[in-house]
């Protein structure tokens, strides 16, 4: 299976502040990427996929960039609503896997 | 619109089993994959197995084979994921996705195994 692990596992930020988070994959993925966040009570919504696309009615200040096994999701000018858990998931290859995800808070 | 409707929550017994539903709608039920994914209280995310409906062919995390059985009713466009012997390591929140890349997910159906 191919191991995703991503850091940090939790972030604290300021509101207007820019955030990355990583996602490193054990194999080349090729792009086979997506980020999804998640709410407290929610399920997780879509962010990006295949690496660097944007979901429709995803705000632009989100973004993602990489290739072969490093990855990694920005957010910009980080807003209150932004606050939640934050999962990488690859689907290149069986079993599709996650990342043990990153909570992001407000300091 | 794209909508996924989960049954409700369940509450078992320790070897037991437990069917749920994924009610489809928006699009056409049997031109895409639906997955199973597990959330344990707290922790990451799981891909059980996906199946397509066209077909009813499907793909299993190995983790889960023997655990997850999942099948569907094209005339109801609804998705189900039976898991059977169910112990404490089962209690989760499920959810059913379109795709492999999670576009649309469920609500999720939260699982207690309990006696």
């Known amino acids: 299976d191919i191991q995703m692990t991503q850091s940090p596992a939790s972030l604290s930020a300021s509101l207007g502040e820019t955030v990355t988070i990583e996602c490193r994959a054990s194999e080349d993925i090729y792009n086979g990427l997506a980020w999804y966040q998640q709410k407290p009570g929610k399920s997780p919504q879509l962010l990006i996929y295949n690496a660097n696309s944007l979901h429709t009615g995803v705000p632009s200040r989100f973004s993602g960039s990489g290739s072969g096994t490093q990855y990694s999701l920005k957010i910009n000018s980080l807003q209150s609503e932004d606050v939640a858990s934050y999962f990488c998931q690859q689907y290149y290859n069986y079993p599709y896997t996650f990342g043990a995800g990153t909570k992001l808070e407000l300091k | 619109q794209v909508k996924l409707l989960q049954s409700g929550a369940a509450l078992v017994k320790p070897g037991a089993s437990v069917k749920m539903s994924c009610k489809a709608s928006?699009?056409?039920?049997?031109?895409?994959?639906v997955s199973w994914v597990k959330q344990s209280h707290g922790k990451s995310l799981e891909w059980i197995g996906e199946i397509y409906p066209n077909s009813g062919a499907t793909n299993f995390n190995e983790k889960f084979k023997g655990k997850a059985t999942l099948t569907v009713d094209k005339s109801t466009s609804t998705a189900y994921m039976e898991l059977s012997r169910l112990t404490s390591e089962d209690s989760a929140i499920y959810y059913c996705t379109r795709g492999a890349t999670g576009r649309y997910w469920g609500q999720g159906v939260m699982v207690t195994v309990s006696s």
């Open positions: 928006g699009y056409t039920f049997t031109d895409y994959w």
